[in-house]
């Protein structure tokens, strides 16, 4: 379920933020019973800053629809409306348009199409590090498809937080520790300029990655 609301207070907590919001003209309240009766107690939030698509954004999803096209063999204007639609069915959410949709509906269907690249293994004409227009949701696709965050080949994990010399990595949970994924090439790099050097460099960060 996909619904619009307002918010309309919201208070800091010792857990977290506290939000009171409304969904205009809409009583949900036996449906929301249904769901929490089911034990479906969790919602995902998606904030909507009022934004228009900028130009860059535009650039970014072109050129990657273009990508994908050429791939598939369909031209780029077709292209576009398949990977909107698609965008649509997986997400639930309304039509839209790339000339004046909100910059967050641009960010997350920018995610979707580099997503939607990286399962399918298209190449891309430039790096997903210059496409993307959400760095911590691309460094997660680049762990979850084992692709390079800096040149988009086949990439393995790097541990920004090492585990330590010695530790049999294989026993060792590393479920909280920041990673990255990188290719050969970038993950000796990385070891070889030392983290900081190499993230001021490129521009990226470790993130704590879960399939989630």
Same mark, same amino acid.
């Given at each position: 379920?996909?619904?619009?609301?307002?918010? !309309?207070?919201?208070?800091?907590?010792?857990? @977290?933020?506290?939000?009171?919001? !409304?969904?205009?003209?809409?009583? #949900?309240?036996?449906?929301?019973?249904?769901?929490?009766?089911? @034990?479906?107690?969790?919602?995902?939030?998606?904030?909507?800053?009022?934004?228009?698509?900028?130009?860059?954004?535009?650039?970014?999803?072109?050129?990657?629809?273009?990508?994908?096209? %050429?791939?598939?063999?369909?031209?780029?204007?077709?292209?576009?409306? *398949?990977?909107?639609?698609?965008?649509?069915?997986?997400? @639930?959410?309304?039509? %839209?348009?790339?000339? &004046?949709?909100?910059?967050?509906?641009?960010?997350?269907?920018? &995610?979707?199409? *580099?997503?939607?690249?990286?399962?399918?293994?298209?190449? #891309?004409?430039?790096?997903? /590090?210059?496409?993307?227009?959400? *760095?911590?949701?691309?460094?997660?696709?680049? /762990?979850? %498809?084992?692709? +390079?965050?800096?040149?988009?080949?086949? @990439?393995? +994990?790097? $541990?920004?937080?090492?585990?330590?010399?010695?530790?049999?990595?294989?026993?060792?949970?590393?479920?909280?520790?920041?990673?990255?994924?990188?290719?050969? !090439? $970038?993950?000796?790099?990385?070891?070889?300029?030392?983290?900081?050097?190499?993230?001021?460099?490129?521009?990226?960060?470790?993130?704590? %990655?879960?399939?989630?």
């Amino acid at each position: 379920m996909n619904e619009y609301a307002e918010i !309309i207070g919201y208070k800091e907590l010792e857990q @977290g933020t506290k939000l009171a919001v !409304i969904i205009p003209e809409k009583a #949900l309240g036996e449906y929301l019973k249904r769901f929490a009766t089911n @034990g479906i107690v969790k919602a995902e939030l998606r904030l909507d800053d009022g934004r228009t698509i900028t130009a860059e954004q535009r650039k970014k999803a072109y050129a990657t629809i273009k990508d994908i096209a %050429f791939y598939t063999g369909y031209l780029p204007e077709e292209m576009k409306e *398949i990977m909107k639609y698609n965008y649509i069915i997986e997400t @639930g959410e309304d039509y %839209f348009s790339l000339s &004046n949709c909100s910059m967050s509906t641009a960010r997350l269907y920018i &995610n979707f199409l *580099i997503e939607f690249a990286f399962k399918w293994d298209i190449p #891309l004409l430039d790096h997903g /590090l210059n496409r993307t227009d959400d *760095i911590g949701k691309y460094l997660w696709q680049c /762990l979850k %498809f084992k692709k +390079c965050a800096i040149c988009g080949k086949d @990439g393995e +994990c790097h $541990h920004v937080d090492a585990i330590g010399m010695g530790r049999d990595r294989t026993k060792v949970d590393d479920s909280n520790h920041e990673k990255i994924s990188l290719c050969r !090439i $970038h993950h000796s790099e990385a070891h070889t300029i030392g983290w900081d050097t190499f993230a001021d460099k490129y521009h990226v960060y470790g993130i704590v %990655f879960t399939e989630e």
